[in-house]
Nanobody, 125 residues
Framework: QVQLAESGGGLVQAGGSLRLSCAAS????????MGWFRQAPGKEREFVAG????????SYSDSVKGRFTVSRDNAKNTVYLQMNSLQSDDTAVYYC??????????????????WGKGTLVTVSS
C-alpha cells in the first residue's frame, strides 16, 4: 500500500503561484511513477502532469505546459507541482497519483494504483 497526502492548495488571485506537495508513505516511493490530475466541478478528472521514477522525464497537458512544473525528491518521498501564472480555469481539486506505469495522459487514469484525497485550488479573477 502507498498512502498519498496532498498539501499546499488554497485561494490565489489570477496570475499568482502555488506549490502543491504530495507526501508518500508505505511502499518504496522510487518504484512508482507519479502524476497530478485535477477535477473541476461538473467535469471529469483530467491529467495535469507526470514524472517518471528518476525524475528526469516529465509530461504536461497542453493547458498547463509552460506554466506548471512537476518534480520529485525521492529522498523525501515527495512530489511537487509548481503552478505559476494561475488562471481561473485552473480552479479544481488537485489529486496526486502513483502508478507502476508512467503517467503521461488522461489514459493513465486507468492504471493509477493509488490516489490522494485531493487539495482544492481556487483561482479568483
Amino acid at each position: 500500500q502507498v498512502q498519498l497526502a496532498e498539501s499546499g492548495g488554497g485561494l490565489v488571485q489570477a496570475g499568482g503561484s502555488l506549490r502543491l506537495s504530495c507526501a508518500a508513505s508505505g511502499r518504496t516511493f522510487s518504484n512508482y511513477a507519479m502524476g497530478w490530475f485535477r477535477q473541476a466541478p461538473g467535469k471529469e478528472r483530467e491529467f495535469v502532469a507526470g514524472i517518471n521514477w528518476g525524475g528526469d522525464i516529465t509530461s504536461y497537458s497542453d493547458s498547463v505546459k509552460g506554466r506548471f512544473t512537476v518534480s520529485r525528491d525521492n529522498a523525501k518521498n515527495t512530489v511537487y507541482l509548481q503552478m505559476n501564472s494561475l488562471q481561473s480555469d485552473d480552479t479544481a481539486v488537485y489529486y496526486c497519483a502513483a502508478s507502476l506505469r508512467y503517467i503521461g495522459s488522461n489514459l493513465s487514469r486507468d492504471f493509477v494504483q493509488y490516489w490522494g484525497k485531493g487539495t482544492l485550488v481556487t483561482v479568483s479573477s
